[in-house]
Antibody, heavy 120, light 111 residues
């Protein structure tokens, strides 16, 4: 059974980079049947999918248009985890950030979430 | 503004049946299956229904899902007090390079 453990700072200053990590247990990040996603939730924007990475003979990354110019999602095969980097953050990026796996049945399971506040 | 449209609230009394709707378009619900999630305060969304009408193990058969055209529904029968939560629909949207889309959520109150 896949489990996801999130880590990273809860406070980021405006214009800096938000960095979060999601450690995977119960499967490998290079699985040919999984994708690894980042999603955020805020009162103003609701649930918003940010992007994903997955391996199908090579690594793929897909990002939401709303953050495409600022986001990088990277796999780390040595640690069986994946990371989120969101650059040039503003207070509008304040949200609870979740990692989630997706298999044939959809986004499941999710990490426990990390509240990230963008403030000086 | 969420891509999928849900009513912001729903309510019912214990034992009643309630339904929550989710409206989309031909590029999302019209093409793909729908998932439903239950979110309790301070916790991550939990998968309730997958592939439109399938329940993960451990989810009571009081919960059921259906789809018609570009709309989907979640039905909860025999309403219980601990069903009080936020419910979200989600599906894959085929436009552009593809992306996950969500409803704005429905707050279910058990009166």
């Amino acid at each position: 059974q896949v489990q996801l453990q999130q880590s990273g700072p809860g406070l980021v200053k405006p214009s800096q980079t938000l960095s979060l990590t999601c450690a995977i247990s119960g499967d490998t990040i290079s699985s040919n049947s999984a994708a690894w996603n980042w999603i955020r939730q805020s009162p103003s924007r609701g649930l918003e999918w940010l992007g994903r990475t997955y391996y199908r003979s090579k690594w793929y990354r897909h990002y939401a248009l709303s953050v495409k110019s600022r986001i990088i999602i990277n796999p780390d095969t040595s640690k069986n985890q994946f990371t989120l980097q969101l650059n040039s953050v503003t207070p509008e990026d304040t949200a609870v950030y979740y990692c989630a796996s997706s298999y044939a049945n959809g986004l499941d399971p999710w990490g426990r979430g990390t509240l990230v506040t963008v403030s000086s | 503004q969420s891509v999928l449209t849900q009513p912001p609230s729903a309510s019912g009394t214990p034992g009643q049946r309630v339904t929550i709707s989710c409206s989309g378009s031909s590029s999302n619900i019209g093409t793909n299956t729908v998932n439903w999630y239950q979110q309790l305060p301070g916790t991550a969304p939990k998968l309730l229904i997958y592939r439109t009408n399938q329940r993960p193990s451990g989810v009571p058969d009081r919960f059921s899902g259906s789809k018609s055209g570009t709309s989907a529904s979640l039905a909860i029968s025999g309403l219980q007090s601990d069903d009080e939560a936020d419910y979200y629909c989600a599906t894959w949207d085929e436009s552009l390079n593809g992306f996950w889309v969500f409803g704005g959520g429905t707050k279910l109150t058990v009166l």
